[in-house]
């Protein structure tokens, strides 16, 4: 089993800053990619920012140039920074990790969610 645990979540006005953070532990033999979505009220939920092993980044266009992904392979870490943030960016936001679990052929992997923190920003 994989457990992810979300921080760093928050309120925030308009233009300023947010690092949210997610680890995860457990039986890990390899996570790629980690990434994070968001859910706004009323909303479906959307891909936010994505990362391979190797550091290969994929971002939605709504927040290019304000938000990086990173991670620490080391930590089983994934970390959104997200800058310049506007009141629509106000939402839940998830990460996901697939994972494997077993770490020999043939592998197994698994997508596991975090349980979301609250990023809302006030104009």
């Known amino acids: 089993q994989v457990q992810l645990v979300e921080s760093g979540g928050g309120l925030v006005q308009a233009g300023g800053s947010l690092r949210i953070s997610c680890a995860a532990s457990?039986?890990?033999?390899?996570?790629?990619?980690m990434g994070w979505y968001r859910q706004a009220p009323g909303k479906q939920r959307e891909l936010v920012a994505t990362?391979?092993?190797?550091?290969?980044?994929n971002y939605a266009d709504s927040v290019k140039g304000r938000f990086t992904i990173s991670r620490d392979n080391a930590k089983n870490t994934v970390y959104l920074q997200m800058n310049n943030l506007k009141p629509e960016d106000t939402a839940v936001y998830f990460c996901?990790?697939?994972?494997?679990?077993?770490?020999?052929?043939?592998?197994?992997?698994?997508?596991?969610w975090g349980q979301g923190t609250q990023v809302t920003v006030s104009s």
């Open positions: 996901y990790c697939y994972v494997d679990t077993r770490g020999v052929l043939p592998r197994t992997w698994y997508t596991y």
């Open positions: 457990g039986i890990i033999f390899n996570i790629d990619p």
């Open positions: 990362i391979t092993n190797g550091g290969s980044t």
